[in-house]
């Protein structure tokens, strides 16, 4: 009996890992931005990475002196370009005698979850100033 409990413990573990542990609702979403948020202003990319999952896919547009780019990344390219990112900005301020600030501000505009509740598209607006 001790053996059939801790088997159907076993399974109700393994059940929420790897499908109802998964499940994602608005307010993970919005915490995933208010993390990225940190990883940003702590200029961590490491951190900006483990957030991501390994299916992850990024479509941005950038607009930087009033040129536009779309890109789209998967996860591996999203970490790399905020690796080299975050590398620019600790050149930059070493160029200004270690004073470089950053703002960032981020508005969401609308959150649609899948109805499998396992991704999440996102539109809104990200603002990085130096």
């Known amino acids: ?32 931005y208010q993390k990225e948020a940190h990883a940003i202003y ?10 991501l999952s390994r299916k992850a896919r990024i479509e941005s547009k950038t607009t930087m002196m009033g040129k536009t ?21 600790s050149r930059v ?3 200004m005698g270690g004073i470089l600030t950053i703002e960032y501000d981020y508005h969401i505009d609308t959150i649609e979850v899948a109805t499998d509740r396992k ?7 990200n603002v990085l100033k130096m």
């Open 93 to 95: 301020g070493e160029r």
């Open 69 to 89: 780019v779309e890109r789209s990344h998967n996860r591996d390219e999203a970490c790399q370009a905020n690796r080299e990112a975050f590398e620019t900005f």
């Open 119 to 125: 991704s999440a598209t996102v539109t809104g607006t």
């Open 42 to 51: 702590s200029r961590d990319a490491e951190m900006l990475c483990k957030q």
């Open 1 to 32: 009996m001790k053996q059939i409990a801790i088997v159907i413990a076993l399974c109700v573990g393994a059940w929420y890992f790897f499908i109802g542990g998964r499940k994602l609702d608005e307010s993970m979403v919005r915490d995933f």
